[in-house]
């Protein structure tokens, strides 16, 4: 069982490239959700999706767009990368996004990915 | 908007040390969850506490919700070096949002 895989590992881009982290569940679970850690910041929620079809911004969304075409995959995009993106990047799902509920299922994170621009 | 405010940012202790992190939220919290991440590798899920005043333990590490449900604690008895690594609370707001603290990085020096 891969759980969660997110690839690449490392990337170095220059300002004004674009690029696609990729990420994958192979858990069917319904909610996934784009993180960035920085030093000091903790984590923070960039995009996220409760289910195929439908996605929300997060705390930090600007400059990135996801998609969520099918229920596995959830890959974020950046339109034109700035040296401010440079981070290690999350993504991690859960079996349910339980908004409405005070139970919700825990996030199982991807290994990351460390995203340098120059 | 709401925050989640976790402290201290670090905390060195010579193994054999208890430790305690603080989390505390400016608003009432639907629930709380607690993950670890080992130094270079991705956060680890815990625990989740839901309950007004809900205590849970697991081997040496106690956790805390408050009674008003906006602050929690980890506590960790006799640290070892497996310990090491960064403590993060995770709070479920009203709306459904997760908000992360900033994370506790502990060291152990043995």
């Known amino acids: 069982n891969a759980g969660v895989t997110q690839t690449p590992k490392f990337q170095v881009l220059k300002t004004g490239q674009s690029m696609t982290l990729q990420c994958a569940q192979d858990?069917?679970?319904?909610?996934m959700s784009w993180y960035r850690q920085d030093p000091g910041m903790g984590l923070r929620l960039i995009h996220y999706?409760?289910?195929?079809?439908?996605?929300d911004q997060g705390e930090v969304p600007n400059g990135y767009n996801v998609s969520r075409s099918t229920t596995e995959d959830f890959p974020l995009r950046l339109l034109s990368a700035a040296p401010s993106q440079t981070s290690v990047y999350f993504c991690?799902?859960?079996?349910?996004?339980?908004?409405?509920?005070?139970?919700?299922?825990?996030?199982?994170f991807g290994n990351g990915t460390r995203l340098t621009v120059t | 908007g709401q925050q989640v405010m976790q402290i201290p940012q670090y905390q060195h202790v010579q193994e054999g040390e208890d430790f305690t992190t603080y989390c505390n939220s400016s608003?009432?919290?639907?629930?709380i969850q607690w993950y670890k991440q080992r130094p270079g590798g991705h956060p680890v899920f815990l625990i989740q506490?839901?309950?007004?005043?809900e205590v849970k333990k697991q081997k040496r590490l106690t956790f805390q919700f408050g009674e008003a449900k906006k602050n929690s604690s980890l506590h960790i008895t006799a640290t070892q070096t497996t310990d090491v690594g960064t403590y993060f609370c995770?709070?479920?707001?009203?709306?459904?949002?997760?908000?992360f603290g900033q994370g506790t990085e502990l060291s152990v020096k043995p």
């Open positions: 995770a709070g479920r707001n009203q709306g459904g949002k997760l908000i």
């Open positions: 991690a799902s859960s079996r349910t996004g339980g908004f409405r509920s005070s139970y919700n299922s825990p996030l199982h």
């Open positions: 999706s409760v289910g195929a079809g439908i996605t």
């Open positions: 608003t009432t919290l639907s629930n």
């Open positions: 858990m069917n679970h319904e909610y």
């Open positions: 506490l839901v309950k007004s005043g």
